[in-house]
């Protein structure tokens, strides 16, 4: 489990570097605007190993003078990678994009206590941005392990009556962190 997480973590860190570059490849988590087919750039005929994957980016941009910032809320970016998630096109394609929704969802949540913890900490930031990195490493790892909960409790979104226990959850969490939402 441990080896696999790590593995993720290394892949996630790749692909963020990859594509963090291009704009056109990131979709910025909204409260209003969802996923849909067209953002996912693969589309299949054929299970994987499920009916869709989607690759998400929790990334930063603070510099040393930002320990005088207030709000970190449009220095932490929480995206959706088109060109690194996939979709089958073949079957049940609503409940994949709830399903994707979900994990970004998810997400945001992660990164709305990274943008919280970067507020908590902001002094930090006069001694330099080390700890930023492990903050972020920190809330990635979270969001990882809370992935793979979801995943089991919800039989990747197909258990029905979790996949709505899970939805009220998270829209509570969110509506807990809305200071620290991007909008803000």
């Known amino acids: 489990m441990k080896k696999n997480i790590t593995l993720f973590l290394v892949l996630l860190q790749t692909l963020t570097i990859v594509f963090a570059q291009n704009d056109n490849e990131r979709l910025r988590w909204s409260p209003t605007r969802k996923l849909t087919i067209s953002d996912f750039a693969i589309k299949t005929k054929q299970v994987e190993t499920t009916t869709s994957f989607g690759q998400f980016y929790i990334g930063f941009k603070v510099k040393g003078f930002d320990f005088m910032t207030k709000n970190f809320n449009k220095k932490v970016d929480n995206f959706f990678i088109k060109s690194a998630s996939w979709i089958d096109t ?15 969802d998810i997400s945001e949540i ?47 979104g197909t258990d029905i009556a979790k996949q709505k226990e899970w939805e009220i959850q998270i829209q509570k969490e969110l509506f807990d962190l809305s200071d620290f939402s991007y909008e803000k």
């Open 110 to 156: 992660y990164t709305r206590q990274f943008r919280k913890a970067l507020h908590d900490n902001r002094k930090k930031i006069i001694s330099g941005t080390n700890f930023i990195e492990e903050l972020n490493q920190k809330y990635i790892t979270d969001f990882s392990k809370r992935r793979i909960e979801y995943d089991k409790q919800t039989k990747f």
């Open 90 to 104: 073949t079957i049940n394609i609503d409940q994949s994009l709830i399903y994707q929704q979900t994990l970004f």
